[in-house]
C-alpha cells in the first residue's frame, strides 16, 4: 500500500532531483504571484492551491468535504502537469493563455480541459505561469465556478 502523502515537502521530495527541482521552481512561481485567499495544501495527491472552506463553506460540488479546487501541480510519469481549473471554466482566459503561450515558447502547448502538460521541463513558461496565477482573484473564481462548472 502507498504511503498517503500529507505535506508539500513529503509531495516533492519523492521525485529524483530534477523533478523536484521543477516542482520547487512551480511551487515558487504560484506562490509568489497567488492572489490573497487561496490556500496552498495537498489536493488530489497533488499540490493544491484551494478556496478553504472559511471562505467558500460549500466547497466542491463533487464533494462539499473538500474545498474548492483551482490549481494544481503534478509530476507525471511523462511530464509535469499544472491543472487549472479557470482554463477550463472561461475560453476567454483559455483564449489569452494560449496567445500569450506563443509569446513565450516556441513550443505548441500542450493542453487538456484543465490541464497544461510540459514533456520538456525546460520549456515551462514560468513568466506566464505566474501571470495566468494572478489573473483570478477568489471572488471572481467562486463566481465562475457557480456560474459555469457548478450546476
Known sequence: MEKEI?????YIEQFPIERKEIL???RK??????????EETISY?????VVPHR???DGYHINSQLPLPFINIAS???HIAIYHMALYADENLLNWFKQEYAKHSQAKPD?????IRFKKTEQIPFLLIGKLVKKIKVQQWIKLYESSVKK
Open 6 to 10: 500529507k505535506t508539500i515537502n513529503e
Open 76 to 78: 507525471q510519469k511523462s
Open 29 to 38: 512561481t504560484i506562490l509568489e504571484n497567488l492572489p490573497t485567499g487561496f
Open 45 to 49: 495527491g497533488m499540490i493544491g492551491y
Open 24 to 26: 520547487q521552481k512551480l
Open 111 to 115: 493542453i487538456g480541459k484543465s490541464c
Open 55 to 57: 471562505i467558500y463553506p
